[in-house]
């Protein structure tokens, strides 16, 4: 089966046809479909997207924007509403605990649209829901725009394993490195076919450590227009393309890492 381990059919772009999104993707072939919380809304809809869809996995976290709404100045750049980020925390923790969660994210650090003066306490959130993760063995879905090298630093520091990391951006011979020491995972969005550096970690990542995602809407294989998890399934042609595989062979493979990313610690092998 095919895995779209990071999307956002919570987002406003599919309120009118969300459960036709999601019959897609099933008769595409996926078994799984992640959706990752950002805030308070987000987590709350995924929490009930997952009630009616069986293959919704849901992520609940906070997206480092977010994370620091209360420092944010009234004109900044992006829209974001005001919450209490640690009663959100809270709250997650208090799902994972309920075993309602398949996984914590998206979270992480972000150095694109915020500045330093918010990097404590974007480490701070993202270092309370590490510990939510880590106490209830849940994988890390990780967020990080030109913070890369801090991610990995307070990741490592708390001993994070089942930890993947969504469009990474940054440079891809440190991503190589990463998934070969730290055992690290990292999803692959639908835009690789236009994407060098994407396409080169399909090929040279460690074959256990590749994973799909859509970042959907987001990150659409044809610029402009909203992607969808059925997206996935053009990467696992272009992983089978680029290693020589047949796409039963790419599939089968992802879908394995999917589950060592899900499963017990320790099990997985390089
Ligand atoms: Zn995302």
């Known amino acids: 089966m095919y895995v779209d381990i990071h999307t956002h059919l919570t987002h406003e772009r599919f309120a009118h046809d969300v459960d036709a999104v999601v019959a897609r993707a099933r008769t595409a072939g996926l078994g799984a479909i992640m959706v990752n919380g950002l805030e308070p809304v987000s987590n709350?809809?995924?929490?009930?997207?997952?009630?009616?869809?069986?293959?919704?996995?849901?992520?609940?976290?906070?997206?480092?924007?977010?994370?620091?709404?209360?420092?944010?100045?009234?004109?900044?750049?992006?829209r974001v509403n005001r919450f209490d980020v640690d009663a959100e925390i809270a709250f997650i923790r208090s799902m994972a605990g309920a075993g309602r969660l398949s996984a914590v994210g998206e979270c992480g650090l972000d150095g694109h649209w915020l500045g330093p003066e918010t990097f404590p306490e974007q480490e701070r959130v993202f270092e309370e829901l590490i510990g939510i993760a880590m106490e209830y063995r849940?994988?890390?879905?990780?967020?990080?725009?030109?913070?890369?090298?801090?991610?990995?630093?307070?990741?490592?520091?708390?001993?994070?394993?089942?930890?993947?990391?969504?469009?990474?951006?940054?440079?891809?011979?440190q991503a190589l490195r990463w998934a070969h020491e730290d055992g690290w995972w990292f999803s692959i969005p639908a835009n690789a076919r236009r994407n060098e550096a994407f396409a080169k970690l399909l090929r040279e990542l460690p074959q256990a450590r590749v994973l799909t995602e859509t970042d959907a809407p987001y990150m659409s294989a044809k610029p402009g227009e909203r992607s969808e998890p059925a997206a996935v399934v053009d990467t696992v042609a272009l992983l089978a393309e680029l290693r020589g595989w047949t796409v039963e062979q790419a599939r089968e493979q992802v879908w394995t890492n999917y589950q060592s990313l899900r499963g017990p610690p320790g099990q997985d092998q390089l």
Do not use: N
């Not at 709350?44 to 994370?67: F, Q, W």
């Not at 890390?140 to 951006?169: M, P």
């Open 44 to 78: 709350r809809a995924i929490l009930e997207l997952a009630k009616t869809h069986d293959i919704v996995e849901p992520a609940l976290g906070l997206y480092p924007v977010d994370a620091v709404c209360h420092l944010l100045p009234d004109d900044f750049t992006l």
């Open 138 to 173: 849940l994988p890390l879905i990780i967020h990080t725009r030109k913070r890369e090298r801090r991610c990995a630093e307070i990741l490592r520091h708390s001993g994070a394993q089942k930890v993947d990391f969504h469009c990474y951006g940054g440079k891809a011979k």
